[in-house]
Structures are given as C-alpha cells and as structure tokens.
C-alpha cells in the first residue's frame, strides 16, 4: 500500500527581492517518510522548507508564487490560521533554541498557546514528549531547571520535545545534527527514525551523513540554485554515491561536517 502524499508543492516561485531563489518546484511528500534534502549552502534548501509552516512570511520583502497543498488544503488561503498551521507543521532548527525558562515550560509552551492549563493533563504531555525524544530519564528530576543548563544534544532533543508536544502532523528539522558531535548525531537520527511511523517527517539533510542506517525507509531530493533536480529511494541514492564517491573520494553536493 502506498503511503499518501501529505504535502504537494506545485509550480512554486519563491523572491527574496529581485532574488528568484526557488523555480517551479513541484514536489510531492508522503506522510510516515523521512525526506533529505541534499545540495550546496544556499541552494534553497530551508528557503523550501519554510514555505511549509509559512516561516518566510516574517521574511521582508518576500513574494510567493503557487501552491502548497497541506492534506488538500492550499496552506497560502487567506483563511489560513498560521498558529494552527504551524501545530501542524513543527519545526527543529539548526541550533538549539530553548526558551529561556524551565524544561518543563519549554515543552508546555505550545500547548498552553493552544489552551491547555490543566496541570495534570501538562503533566501527561510533559512526560509523553521527553519520553518521545528520549529525554526523560536524563531530566524527568531536574524538569524545574532552567533549559539553559543542558547539554547541546539535550537542548536539541528538548526542542523536539517541544515540537512533539502539540502533537504535529510533519515536523521540518532544518539540519537538526549539524552543530552536534557524532555520538549525539546517531541518536537524533535514531530518534527521528523511530518517530517516522508516528506522522510524516521532514529532514533537511546537508549537515548529516546520508548513508546512515538510521535513514534507510528515507527518500532523498537533491536541490541546486532552486530547482529540484532528482531524487532516488535511499538505498538506491547510497549505493550509487558510495560507487562515486569510492571513485572520487569526494561528493560536492554534500557536506560532511
């Protein structure tokens, strides 16, 4: 059975400026994948997945063009509510960003905005979105702590917690590994791996290592100078590059960092 297309992008434009920086992008996404993304810096490759959660509307001088489908529904309809888009479609940064307050609160955030103050059912949350990022045993006696105090791999793991904890649709992690050492990468990687199942994942992949195992069911979309050039089943992809980059001991598209 073949998985549905959850997001379908269709002849999209996008200008930052005079700055043509996407090019008719069409581009279906399957819920309960995980997607990469791979090309150069400054390909497009965030610009894209901002058009997803509309990010690039608290972008100056930007103008789209197209049509972004979310379940269907064209996520550009002036009727749009952005605060219940952006529940759907969650987001994972490069950089760690926790709020400056407790763990706790880091992960209630979302679902406080969203009208949730019962303490017990915050608690449940709480709970449930460490447990899902794989933090909870490592903070579950420290949660009135200030997220600040915590390590690099866990403050990201947190703001997946606090991605996970208003219950997404598809979550958009822009480089989420870069800035974290190879130890720390396996596990998020991991991570994302087991969540994929739960709802449909979207990876921006230049700053990890593609021929991981922890992305086997994934497939990946090379982008350069705003367009979407091809894309191949994961395994197809790898074989292949492992043959080339054999060959050349080198694969520019790609940054291993």
């Known amino acids: 059975m073949e998985n549905k297309v959850k997001i379908s992008t269709q002849n999209l434009n996008l200008y930052y400026g005079e700055n043509h920086a996407l090019k008719n992008i069409n581009l279906d996404l399957y819920e309960n994948k995980i997607t990469a993304f791979i090309g150069p810096s400054g390909c497009g490759k965030s610009t894209y997945l901002k058009t997803l959660n509309r990010m690039n509307d608290l972008v100056p001088n930007v103008k789209i063009e197209g049509t972004v489908l979310l379940d269907g529904e064209d996520i550009y309809d002036p009727q749009v509510d952005t605060t219940l888009l952006r529940k759907k479609v969650g987001m994972v940064f490069q950089q760690p960003n ?122 990946f979309e090379k982008k350069c100078c705003g367009k979407t050039h091809q894309w191949a089943h994961q395994s197809d992809r790898c074989n292949r590059d492992r043959k080339d980059h054999a060959e050349r001991m080198t694969v520019s598209e790609i940054d291993h960092t």
């Open 98 to 219: 926790p709020f400056p307050m407790s763990i706790y609160d880091n992960v209630a955030y979302g679902p406080r905005i969203h009208g949730i103050k019962n303490k017990a059912q915050l608690d449940e949350i709480v709970e449930r979105s460490l447990k899902g990022a794989a933090l909870w045993d490592e903070v579950s006696d420290r949660l009135k702590k200030s997220a600040l105090g915590l390590s690099g791999g866990q403050q990201q793991r947190l703001c997946i917690a606090r991605a996970l904890a208003v219950t997404p649709e598809l979550v958009i992690c822009d480089e989420p590994v870069s800035s974290l050492d190879y130890s720390i990468r396996k596990q998020i990687l991991h991570l994302l791996n087991e969540l994929q199942e739960k709802c449909c994942r979207e990876i921006h992949g230049s700053s990890f290592n593609p021929y991981s195992d922890e992305l086997t069911s994934g497939i």
